[in-house]
């Protein structure tokens, strides 16, 4: 419980971080947006047949 306080308190009374993201960090984060997306996108084309078996909306085709 006191580890909790501890933590509580040092985030209350936290100073100013002085840190500093660089303009490729943005473009960074983008690009592991897209790439969870489009491997999303391409998972769920990939298995399709399956997961509309899964829902019962369709049997798949052997």
């Given at each position: 419980?006191?580890?909790?306080?501890?933590?509580?308190?040092?985030?209350?009374?936290?100073?100013?971080?002085?840190?500093?993201?660089?303009?490729?960090?943005?473009?960074?984060?983008?690009?592991?947006?897209?790439?969870?997306?489009f491997a999303s996108a391409f998972f769920i084309k990939t298995q399709w047949?399956?997961?509309?078996?899964?829902?019962?909306?369709?049997?798949?085709?052997?």
């Amino acid at each position: 419980m006191r580890l909790k306080h501890l933590l509580f308190l040092s985030v209350l009374f936290a100073g100013p971080a002085c840190a500093y993201i660089d303009p490729g960090t943005g473009s960074l984060v983008l690009q592991f947006l897209l790439a969870g997306f489009f491997a999303s996108a391409f998972f769920i084309k990939t298995q399709w047949k399956r997961i509309k078996t899964l829902f019962g909306s369709k049997k798949a085709d052997d």
